[in-house]
């Protein structure tokens, strides 16, 4: 029967929000990391797969658009939508190494990363965040499951 199913999803859907209310200290820390690399000229870069490249995509918007208010642009650039350097990059390098390939050509010291991996194990996030460590750029990670 559907109904125990959507019963399901809803009270998985509450037990995602009561743990991010558990967790409201990380999520104002790493909101005030983002503000403190922004007021210093820095941008936000950020990156995911399938349905966290499109949380990715509208994160970006948010930031160089606006979100609550009217307010100036701010640098955010979703590593998701150049499809000519995904395609071409991927075709020939593999697809676990493009957004560590962009950070490298997009980062610098003092930028912030932020990979979103709903498996909390994809490995192109993975090696991203390795990569903007080495590079001197903060990483906060967004993870599902075991990430």
Not at 24 to 35: E, L, P
Not at 72 to 80: D, E, G, V, W, Y
């Amino acid at each position: 029967m559907v109904i125990p199913k959507i019963k399901d999803m809803i009270e998985e859907s509450i037990r995602t929000k009561e743990s991010l209310l558990k967790n409201a200290g990380r999520i104002k820390k790493a909101a005030s990391i983002i503000v403190k690399a922004l007021k210093r000229g820095n941008k936000v870069l950020i990156a995911g797969n399938g349905g966290s490249a499109a949380d990715s995509q509208h994160f970006a918007a948010e930031l160089v658009g606006r979100f609550k208010r009217e307010r100036r642009a701010l640098p955010c650039i979703a590593l998701t939508t150049d499809t000519s350097i995904m395609t071409a990059w991927t075709n020939d390098y593999g697809f676990e190494t493009i957004f560590e390939r962009q950070i490298q050509g997009l980062g610098k010291k003092g930028d912030i990363f932020i990979g979103i991996s709903t498996s909390g194990n994809s490995e192109n996030i993975i090696r991203a965040v390795g990569k903007a460590k080495k590079l001197g750029i903060k990483t906060i990670a967004l993870l599902g499951r075991n990430g």
